[in-house]
Protein backbone atom coordinates (compact mmCIF):
# COMPACT_ATOMS: atom_id res chain seq x y z
CA UNK A 1 0.00 0.00 0.00
CA UNK A 2 3.04 2.42 0.94
CA UNK A 3 4.35 1.69 -2.17
CA UNK A 4 1.18 2.58 -4.68
CA UNK A 5 1.05 5.69 -2.08
CA UNK A 6 4.75 6.36 -3.35
CA UNK A 7 4.16 6.32 -6.52
CA UNK A 8 0.97 8.46 -6.63
CA UNK A 9 2.94 11.03 -5.14
CA UNK A 10 5.45 11.03 -7.44
CA UNK A 11 2.81 11.04 -10.23
CA UNK A 12 1.24 14.43 -8.88
CA UNK A 13 4.59 15.89 -8.29
CA UNK A 14 5.49 15.25 -11.96
CA UNK A 15 2.37 16.08 -13.59
CA UNK A 16 1.33 19.52 -11.13
CA UNK A 17 4.30 21.62 -12.57
CA UNK A 18 2.91 20.99 -16.11
CA UNK A 19 -0.46 22.33 -15.27
CA UNK A 20 0.39 24.92 -13.33
CA UNK A 21 2.68 26.20 -16.87
CA UNK A 22 -0.45 25.72 -18.64
CA UNK A 23 -2.45 27.80 -16.54
CA UNK A 24 -0.17 30.41 -16.42
CA UNK A 25 0.57 30.58 -20.10
CA UNK A 26 -0.23 34.05 -21.49
CA UNK A 27 -2.75 34.57 -24.48
CA UNK A 28 -0.46 34.78 -27.75
CA UNK A 29 -0.61 38.04 -30.32
CA UNK A 30 0.78 38.96 -33.65
CA UNK A 31 0.45 41.52 -35.94
CA UNK A 32 -2.40 41.27 -38.02
CA UNK A 33 -4.63 38.62 -35.73
CA UNK A 34 -7.95 37.99 -36.28
CA UNK A 35 -8.47 40.35 -39.68
CA UNK A 36 -11.16 39.42 -41.93
CA UNK A 37 -12.40 40.90 -44.90
CA UNK A 38 -14.70 43.56 -44.24
CA UNK A 39 -12.79 45.05 -41.34
CA UNK A 40 -11.87 48.83 -41.75
CA UNK A 41 -9.89 50.98 -39.61
CA UNK A 42 -8.82 54.62 -39.17
CA UNK A 43 -5.71 55.82 -37.97
CA UNK A 44 -3.66 59.08 -37.20
CA UNK A 45 -0.41 58.38 -38.25
CA UNK A 46 3.26 59.79 -38.18
CA UNK A 47 6.51 58.15 -39.42
CA UNK A 48 9.92 60.51 -39.04
CA UNK A 49 10.87 59.39 -42.90
CA UNK A 50 7.72 61.12 -43.54
CA UNK A 51 8.35 64.72 -43.62
CA UNK A 52 9.19 64.72 -40.10
CA UNK A 53 6.69 62.73 -38.85
CA UNK A 54 4.11 65.15 -40.11
CA UNK A 55 0.96 63.76 -39.21
CA UNK A 56 -1.49 62.43 -41.69
CA UNK A 57 -5.09 60.22 -41.19
CA UNK A 58 -4.69 56.18 -43.09
CA UNK A 59 -8.03 54.50 -43.42
CA UNK A 60 -8.21 51.62 -45.12
CA UNK A 61 -10.57 48.56 -45.65
CA UNK A 62 -9.76 44.98 -46.18
CA UNK A 63 -11.34 43.93 -49.72
CA UNK A 64 -10.58 40.86 -50.18
CA UNK A 65 -8.20 38.13 -50.62
CA UNK A 66 -5.82 37.35 -52.94
CA UNK A 67 -3.04 34.48 -53.55
CA UNK A 68 -0.69 36.21 -51.12
CA UNK A 69 -2.35 37.78 -48.89
CA UNK A 70 -5.17 40.56 -48.52
CA UNK A 71 -6.59 43.63 -50.97
CA UNK A 72 -6.76 46.64 -49.46
CA UNK A 73 -8.42 50.04 -50.07
CA UNK A 74 -6.80 53.06 -49.14
CA UNK A 75 -7.71 56.51 -48.43
CA UNK A 76 -5.29 59.57 -46.69
CA UNK A 77 -5.63 62.55 -45.56
CA UNK A 78 -2.41 64.59 -45.52
CA UNK A 79 -3.21 68.36 -45.10
CA UNK A 80 -5.12 69.90 -47.87
CA UNK A 81 -4.62 66.50 -49.93
CA UNK A 82 -6.80 63.73 -50.06
CA UNK A 83 -5.09 60.14 -52.24
CA UNK A 84 -7.12 57.21 -52.32
CA UNK A 85 -5.39 53.65 -53.50
CA UNK A 86 -4.68 50.27 -52.90
CA UNK A 87 -2.46 47.86 -51.73
CA UNK A 88 -2.08 44.50 -51.12
CA UNK A 89 -0.70 42.83 -47.37
CA UNK A 90 0.68 39.52 -46.88
CA UNK A 91 -0.43 36.59 -45.29
CA UNK A 92 2.14 36.12 -42.36
CA UNK A 93 2.21 39.25 -41.72
CA UNK A 94 -0.05 42.18 -43.19
CA UNK A 95 2.78 44.31 -43.86
CA UNK A 96 2.57 46.07 -47.74
CA UNK A 97 3.97 43.90 -50.61
CA UNK A 98 2.38 45.67 -53.00
CA UNK A 99 0.89 49.18 -53.92
CA UNK A 100 0.09 51.63 -55.92
CA UNK A 101 2.11 54.57 -57.25
CA UNK A 102 0.95 57.34 -55.54
CA UNK A 103 0.46 55.11 -51.80
CA UNK A 104 3.71 55.13 -51.87
CA UNK A 105 5.26 56.73 -48.90
CA UNK A 106 1.68 56.25 -46.73
CA UNK A 107 2.55 52.18 -47.57
CA UNK A 108 5.98 52.94 -46.42
CA UNK A 109 5.12 55.04 -43.05
CA UNK A 110 2.59 52.09 -42.24
CA UNK A 111 5.12 49.33 -42.83
CA UNK A 112 7.37 51.38 -40.61
CA UNK A 113 4.94 52.29 -37.71
CA UNK A 114 1.61 50.46 -37.61
CA UNK A 115 3.05 47.14 -38.28
CA UNK A 116 6.41 47.67 -37.19
CA UNK A 117 5.82 44.56 -34.46
CA UNK A 118 5.75 42.18 -37.27
CA UNK A 119 9.11 42.18 -36.84
CA UNK A 120 9.03 40.02 -33.77
CA UNK A 121 5.55 38.71 -34.11
CA UNK A 122 3.71 36.81 -36.94
CA UNK A 123 1.42 33.88 -37.96
CA UNK A 124 4.44 32.02 -37.94
CA UNK A 125 5.61 32.98 -34.57
CA UNK A 126 3.11 34.64 -32.33
CA UNK A 127 4.52 35.86 -29.08
CA UNK A 128 3.01 35.60 -25.55
CA UNK A 129 2.27 38.61 -23.36
CA UNK A 130 3.84 36.62 -20.49
CA UNK A 131 7.19 36.71 -22.19
CA UNK A 132 9.76 38.84 -20.74
CA UNK A 133 11.23 40.07 -24.25
CA UNK A 134 9.73 39.21 -27.71
CA UNK A 135 13.79 40.26 -29.37
CA UNK A 136 15.54 42.94 -29.54
CA UNK A 137 16.66 46.32 -31.69
CA UNK A 138 19.91 45.74 -33.09
CA UNK A 139 20.15 49.39 -34.11
CA UNK A 140 19.94 50.98 -30.40
CA UNK A 141 21.96 48.88 -28.93
CA UNK A 142 20.40 45.72 -28.85
CA UNK A 143 17.64 46.97 -26.25
CA UNK A 144 15.02 44.08 -25.40
CA UNK A 145 11.16 44.96 -26.75
CA UNK A 146 8.79 43.20 -25.14
CA UNK A 147 5.44 42.88 -22.96
CA UNK A 148 6.78 45.38 -19.71
CA UNK A 149 4.55 44.06 -17.53
CA UNK A 150 1.83 46.19 -17.44
CA UNK A 151 -1.76 46.60 -18.14
CA UNK A 152 -3.46 49.74 -19.14
CA UNK A 153 -6.77 51.12 -20.10
CA UNK A 154 -6.22 53.38 -23.22
CA UNK A 155 -8.61 55.90 -24.32
CA UNK A 156 -8.55 57.32 -28.05
CA UNK A 157 -10.55 58.51 -30.35
CA UNK A 158 -12.27 54.83 -31.17
CA UNK A 159 -12.91 54.58 -27.55
CA UNK A 160 -11.37 52.82 -23.97
CA UNK A 161 -9.33 49.57 -24.87
CA UNK A 162 -7.72 47.15 -22.39
CA UNK A 163 -4.43 46.57 -23.76
CA UNK A 164 -0.95 45.35 -22.83
CA UNK A 165 1.58 47.96 -22.92
CA UNK A 166 4.49 46.92 -25.19
CA UNK A 167 7.90 48.80 -25.16
CA UNK A 168 11.53 49.30 -24.01
CA UNK A 169 13.57 52.09 -22.47
CA UNK A 170 16.41 54.10 -24.26
CA UNK A 171 16.71 57.28 -23.61
CA UNK A 172 13.04 57.80 -23.72
CA UNK A 173 10.00 55.28 -22.70
CA UNK A 174 9.05 53.83 -26.14
CA UNK A 175 5.26 52.16 -25.52
CA UNK A 176 3.04 50.86 -28.15
CA UNK A 177 -0.51 49.38 -26.52
CA UNK A 178 -1.77 45.99 -27.57
CA UNK A 179 -5.27 44.53 -27.31
CA UNK A 180 -5.48 40.64 -27.04
CA UNK A 181 -7.01 39.70 -30.16
CA UNK A 182 -6.85 42.64 -32.41
CA UNK A 183 -5.33 42.71 -35.61
CA UNK A 184 -3.56 46.21 -34.96
CA UNK A 185 -1.64 48.18 -31.89
CA UNK A 186 -4.44 50.91 -30.36
CA UNK A 187 -1.97 53.94 -29.97
CA UNK A 188 1.69 54.37 -30.00
CA UNK A 189 4.46 56.86 -29.20
CA UNK A 190 8.30 55.72 -30.07
CA UNK A 191 11.21 58.44 -30.43
CA UNK A 192 14.41 58.40 -32.65
CA UNK A 193 17.74 57.43 -30.53
CA UNK A 194 19.70 60.63 -29.92
CA UNK A 195 22.36 61.27 -27.52
CA UNK A 196 21.38 65.07 -27.00
CA UNK A 197 18.88 67.73 -27.51
CA UNK A 198 15.69 67.44 -28.51
CA UNK A 199 14.06 63.42 -28.49
CA UNK A 200 12.13 63.74 -32.23
CA UNK A 201 9.20 61.22 -32.28
CA UNK A 202 10.17 58.10 -34.18
CA UNK A 203 6.46 56.77 -35.13
CA UNK A 204 3.18 57.97 -33.24
CA UNK A 205 -0.63 56.32 -34.23
CA UNK A 206 -3.72 55.77 -32.64
CA UNK A 207 -7.07 54.22 -33.46
CA UNK A 208 -9.96 56.54 -34.77
CA UNK A 209 -12.06 53.91 -35.78
CA UNK A 210 -12.57 50.39 -36.87
CA UNK A 211 -15.57 47.98 -37.89
CA UNK A 212 -17.12 45.51 -40.45
CA UNK A 213 -18.54 46.41 -43.47
CA UNK A 214 -19.75 44.23 -46.29
CA UNK A 215 -19.20 46.87 -48.77
CA UNK A 216 -16.83 50.18 -49.01
CA UNK A 217 -16.88 52.07 -45.88
CA UNK A 218 -18.66 55.89 -46.40
CA UNK A 219 -15.36 57.20 -45.68
CA UNK A 220 -13.56 55.69 -49.18
CA UNK A 221 -15.71 58.26 -51.03
CA UNK A 222 -13.90 61.10 -50.07
CA UNK A 223 -12.90 63.07 -53.41
CA UNK A 224 -9.41 62.89 -54.03
CA UNK A 225 -7.11 65.60 -54.61
CA UNK A 226 -6.16 66.03 -58.66
CA UNK A 227 -2.88 64.72 -59.64
CA UNK A 228 -0.76 66.19 -62.54
CA UNK A 229 -0.56 63.66 -65.52
CA UNK A 230 2.57 62.42 -65.27
CA UNK A 231 3.09 62.88 -68.87
CA UNK A 232 3.39 66.59 -68.33
CA UNK A 233 6.27 65.78 -65.85
CA UNK A 234 9.27 63.80 -67.25
CA UNK A 235 12.10 63.08 -65.30
CA UNK A 236 14.40 65.66 -64.77
CA UNK A 237 17.84 65.27 -62.73
CA UNK A 238 18.87 69.17 -62.53
CA UNK A 239 19.22 70.75 -59.31
CA UNK A 240 20.61 73.91 -57.54
CA UNK A 241 22.85 73.45 -53.87
CA UNK A 242 24.18 75.58 -51.88
CA UNK A 243 24.90 77.10 -48.36
CA UNK A 244 24.11 80.17 -46.97
CA UNK A 245 24.16 82.06 -43.72
CA UNK A 246 20.11 83.60 -43.04
CA UNK A 247 20.14 87.26 -43.57
CA UNK A 248 20.95 87.74 -39.64
CA UNK A 249 23.56 85.08 -39.15
CA UNK A 250 21.85 83.58 -36.72
CA UNK A 251 21.75 80.19 -38.72
CA UNK A 252 23.30 78.41 -41.59
CA UNK A 253 21.08 76.58 -44.24
CA UNK A 254 22.27 74.04 -46.56
CA UNK A 255 20.40 73.65 -49.11
CA UNK A 256 18.91 71.70 -52.63
CA UNK A 257 16.36 71.96 -54.51
CA UNK A 258 15.47 69.92 -57.75
CA UNK A 259 14.65 70.46 -60.79
CA UNK A 260 17.26 73.58 -61.68
CA UNK A 261 13.99 74.75 -63.60
CA UNK A 262 10.93 73.29 -62.19
CA UNK A 263 7.90 73.11 -64.47
CA UNK A 264 4.52 74.97 -63.85
CA UNK A 265 2.01 72.59 -62.41
CA UNK A 266 4.81 70.04 -61.51
CA UNK A 267 6.88 69.78 -58.33
CA UNK A 268 9.92 71.14 -56.70
CA UNK A 269 11.79 69.29 -53.60
CA UNK A 270 13.73 71.08 -51.29
CA UNK A 271 16.44 69.27 -49.35
CA UNK A 272 17.30 71.73 -46.31
CA UNK A 273 20.20 71.15 -43.44
CA UNK A 274 19.84 73.28 -40.60
CA UNK A 275 23.27 74.32 -38.31
CA UNK A 276 24.46 76.40 -35.96
CA UNK A 277 26.18 80.09 -37.18
CA UNK A 278 29.43 78.69 -35.33
CA UNK A 279 29.90 75.45 -36.61
CA UNK A 280 27.81 73.95 -39.85
CA UNK A 281 28.51 70.65 -38.51
CA UNK A 282 25.87 70.85 -35.72
CA UNK A 283 22.24 70.50 -36.88
CA UNK A 284 20.14 73.07 -35.14
CA UNK A 285 17.08 71.42 -34.13
CA UNK A 286 13.42 71.86 -33.35
CA UNK A 287 13.33 74.47 -36.28
CA UNK A 288 10.00 76.06 -37.27
CA UNK A 289 9.81 77.67 -40.77
CA UNK A 290 7.77 78.22 -43.91
CA UNK A 291 8.48 78.62 -47.75
CA UNK A 292 6.91 81.17 -49.09
CA UNK A 293 6.10 82.86 -52.87
CA UNK A 294 6.12 86.67 -52.78
CA UNK A 295 6.03 89.13 -55.50
CA UNK A 296 8.32 91.88 -56.72
CA UNK A 297 7.17 93.98 -53.74
CA UNK A 298 7.58 91.12 -51.10
CA UNK A 299 3.58 90.45 -50.75
CA UNK A 300 3.05 87.07 -49.62
CA UNK A 301 1.68 85.02 -52.91
CA UNK A 302 1.44 81.73 -51.49
CA UNK A 303 2.83 79.23 -48.33
CA UNK A 304 3.83 75.91 -48.75
CA UNK A 305 2.91 75.23 -44.99
CA UNK A 306 -0.87 76.43 -45.41
CA UNK A 307 -0.88 74.35 -48.82
CA UNK A 308 -0.30 71.50 -46.69
CA UNK A 309 -3.56 73.12 -43.74
CA UNK A 310 -0.75 73.63 -41.91
CA UNK A 311 0.74 76.81 -39.48
CA UNK A 312 4.29 76.19 -40.37
CA UNK A 313 6.76 73.62 -41.38
CA UNK A 314 8.90 71.62 -38.45
CA UNK A 315 12.22 70.39 -38.32
CA UNK A 316 12.89 68.20 -35.66
CA UNK A 317 16.69 67.26 -35.98
CA UNK A 318 17.55 70.00 -38.78
CA UNK A 319 17.39 68.16 -41.67
CA UNK A 320 14.14 68.17 -44.05
CA UNK A 321 12.82 66.66 -47.55
CA UNK A 322 10.44 68.04 -48.82
CA UNK A 323 8.30 68.03 -52.48
CA UNK A 324 6.09 70.72 -53.53
CA UNK A 325 3.72 71.59 -56.01
CA UNK A 326 4.94 74.43 -58.46
CA UNK A 327 1.41 76.72 -59.21
CA UNK A 328 3.50 79.99 -60.58
CA UNK A 329 3.25 80.43 -64.05
CA UNK A 330 6.14 80.37 -66.80
CA UNK A 331 8.76 83.34 -65.19
CA UNK A 332 11.24 84.41 -62.33
CA UNK A 333 9.66 83.15 -59.25
CA UNK A 334 10.13 84.93 -55.81
CA UNK A 335 10.75 82.24 -53.39
CA UNK A 336 11.58 82.80 -49.35
CA UNK A 337 12.80 80.47 -47.09
CA UNK A 338 11.61 82.08 -43.58
CA UNK A 339 12.63 80.50 -39.93
CA UNK A 340 10.64 81.28 -37.54
CA UNK A 341 12.78 80.02 -34.62
CA UNK A 342 13.65 77.11 -33.07
CA UNK A 343 11.64 75.45 -29.91
CA UNK A 344 9.15 72.45 -29.36
CA UNK A 345 6.57 71.75 -31.58
CA UNK A 346 3.67 73.23 -30.55
CA UNK A 347 5.01 76.27 -28.59
CA UNK A 348 6.01 79.83 -29.84
CA UNK A 349 9.37 79.28 -30.95
CA UNK A 350 12.35 81.41 -29.58
CA UNK A 351 12.88 83.65 -32.02
CA UNK A 352 16.64 84.61 -31.78
CA UNK A 353 17.50 82.66 -34.83
CA UNK A 354 14.79 83.94 -37.31
CA UNK A 355 16.04 85.13 -40.15
CA UNK A 356 15.30 84.43 -43.93
CA UNK A 357 16.82 83.85 -47.61
CA UNK A 358 16.02 84.38 -50.40
CA UNK A 359 16.15 82.27 -54.40
CA UNK A 360 15.17 83.43 -57.78
CA UNK A 361 13.79 80.32 -59.62
CA UNK A 362 12.74 80.48 -63.31
CA UNK A 363 10.04 78.42 -64.02
CA UNK A 364 9.11 76.74 -67.06
CA UNK A 365 6.35 75.71 -69.48
CA UNK A 366 5.52 71.85 -68.40
CA UNK A 367 6.31 69.69 -72.09
CA UNK A 368 3.48 67.81 -73.21
CA UNK A 369 3.35 64.41 -74.46
CA UNK A 370 4.51 63.53 -77.80
CA UNK A 371 1.12 62.31 -78.60
CA UNK A 372 -0.83 65.18 -77.49
CA UNK A 373 1.56 67.46 -79.55
CA UNK A 374 0.54 65.36 -83.09
CA UNK A 375 -2.87 66.07 -82.01
CA UNK A 376 -2.90 69.29 -81.41
CA UNK A 377 -0.99 69.90 -84.43
CA UNK A 378 -3.64 67.68 -86.38
CA UNK A 379 -6.31 70.01 -85.12
CA UNK A 380 -5.01 73.64 -85.86
CA UNK A 381 -3.96 71.74 -89.53
CA UNK A 382 -7.70 70.70 -89.99
CA UNK A 383 -9.01 73.97 -88.27
CA UNK A 384 -6.55 76.18 -90.87
CA UNK A 385 -7.79 73.97 -94.01
CA UNK A 386 -11.73 74.56 -92.85
CA UNK A 387 -10.92 78.24 -92.47
CA UNK A 388 -9.43 78.36 -96.38
CA UNK A 389 -12.47 76.12 -97.09
CA UNK A 390 -14.86 78.57 -95.91
CA UNK A 391 -13.32 81.85 -97.51
CA UNK A 392 -13.00 80.02 -100.60
CA UNK A 393 -17.22 80.15 -100.91
CA UNK A 394 -18.86 83.29 -102.32
CA UNK A 395 -20.85 85.56 -100.45
CA UNK A 396 -24.07 86.21 -101.52
CA UNK A 397 -26.28 88.98 -100.34
CA UNK A 398 -29.72 89.02 -100.07
Known amino acids: MKKYFILILFAILLIAPIGMRAASAGETWYVGKGMKIGDYFRYNLCQVDYKSCTQFEMDFWVEGKTDQGYKVQVLVIDGNKVVRGNMEVGKVAPEPIGFSKDMAPYASAYKSSLVWLSGFATILDPKDFDAPAWGKIGSIGGMPVGPTGVKETVTVPAGAFETYVIGWHKSSDNKIWVKPGFPFPVKALTFVDVSAGTIPVQYQFELLEYGNSASPPDFLEKATTPITP ?154 LALTRFKTSIPSFKF
Open 230 to 383: EGNCPPDDSFVSGTKALDTHSMIVQFRYAPKNPRSGCTITWSLEFTKSFDPNQFESDVHYDIFVVDENDKVLRSFAQDEGKEFLYAPVGKESRTMDVKESAGTAHYVLVVYGTGPQGSPPDTSKSGRLNFDIDVVIPEFPAGVIIVMAIVVAMT
